[in-house]
């Protein structure tokens, strides 16, 4: 078991920036990738940011420019650095680790932290 805990949620205005960060803890081996989604109030989750073997990454094209993913292998962190926030960025954003476990794979969740941003 993976266990994730998400933090630096807040409220911010359009055009501030935030930094959430995610520390994994519990089973940590064999991870794939790491990862942020979030999910604005009516709207399905979605992938914000992943970050494969600590190098690979790929960004939803409405964060591409603003938003950065890192990791820490050492430290079992993810961190998202998001920057020139828009009120559209509101939502819950999710932290997930995605571990593999022969002959398949173990996605993990964190509870969320929420990120409102005023226009």
């Known amino acids: 078991q993976v266990q994730l805990v998400e933090s630096g949620g807040g409220l911010v205005q359009a055009g501030g920036s935030l930094r959430l960060s995610c520390a994994a803890s519990g089973s940590i081996f064999n991870i794939l990738g790491m990862g942020w989604y979030r999910q604005a109030p009516g709207k399905q989750r979605e992938l914000v940011a992943f970050i494969t073997s600590g190098v690979s990454t790929n960004y939803a094209d409405s964060v591409k420019g603003r938003f950065t993913i890192s990791s820490d292998n050492a430290k079992n962190t993810v961190d998202l650095q998001m920057n020139s926030l828009k009120p559209e960025d509101t939502g819950v954003y999710y932290c997930?680790?995605?571990?593999?476990?022969?002959?398949?794979?173990?996605?993990?969740w964190g509870k969320g932290t929420l990120v409102t941003v005023s226009s």
């Open positions: 997930s680790v995605v571990q593999r476990l022969l002959p398949s794979v173990q996605t993990y």
